[in-house]
């Protein structure tokens, strides 16, 4: 387990050491007791031996006993799928950024 949230990973490795979960990126969206997280990875293709098409992560993060622990975390499984959440984000932001009441929380 991490104690930092840059020590965070999606990387992940089998008994025998074979890396299953390669992470190509991260991006920390929130920081504190509960950390928010993105991350660009792939998955091993076990029977090519191949990495597949990156997969995109946002997990959230609580901070007990001095550990981070993810208590959630959601898929983006294809590229066109970002894609669209990414375009309906921007949609959604654009029409709230007018009625922004200037009592944001990050969480």
Do not use: H
């Amino acid at each position: 387990m991490a104690g930092t949230v840059e020590e965070l990973t999606i990387n992940f490795q089998d008994e025998n050491g074979v890396l299953l979960v390669k992470e190509l990126d991260k991006e920390v969206l929130t920081k504190g007791t509960w950390s928010t997280l993105m991350f660009k990875y792939q998955d091993l293709d076990k029977a090519s031996g191949q990495f597949k098409t990156p997969k995109y992560a946002i997990r959230r993060y609580q901070k007990q006993n001095g550990e981070y622990r993810v208590k959630s975390k959601f898929t983006i499984s294809s590229p066109a799928q970002a894609q669209k959440i990414c375009e309906i984000l921007t949609r959604w932001s654009a029409g709230d950024a007018g009625n922004a009441s200037g009592s944001e929380s990050e969480d």
